[in-house]
């Protein structure tokens, strides 16, 4: 069994940074890339970053590619999402998704996510 647990989300000011973490449990020792999305209300979840299971490869959102970054700990089973120059359209519950595949590669099909963490930023 594969649990997601999302943390560190919050209130924040428009401008100011929070860094989230997804900590992962059960088939760790299994490759898997790692993906956040959000989703605000009243709108559809949309993808914000992933990382592929080596870190090599990230991948961002058009929206957030400049101040959003994606990074992770495999000792630690840990993925990050460092969010800087927040503005209230990132305003959303912060999703943190795991895909498992051989390669670790991030195909945009998570099997796994967890139950999201808040994040609100005030104007």
């Known amino acids: 069994q594969v649990q997601l647990v999302e943390s560190g989300g919050g209130l924040v000011q428009t401008g100011g940074s929070l860094r989230l973490s997804c900590a992962t449990s059960?088939?760790?020792?299994?490759?898997?890339?790692m993906g956040w999305f959000r989703q605000a209300p009243g709108k559809e979840r949309e993808f914000v970053a992933a990382i592929t299971w080596s870190g090599g490869i990230t991948y961002y959102a058009d929206s957030v590619k400049g101040r959003f970054t994606i990074s992770r700990d495999n000792a630690k089973n840990t993925v990050y999402l460092q969010m800087n120059s927040l503005e209230p359209e990132d305003m959303a519950v912060y999703y943190c998704a795991a895909e498992f595949n051989r390669n670790g590669e991030w195909r945009g099909r998570p099997d796994y996510w967890g139950q999201g963490t808040q994040v609100t930023v005030s104007s």
């Open positions: 059960g088939r760790t020792f299994s490759r898997r890339a």
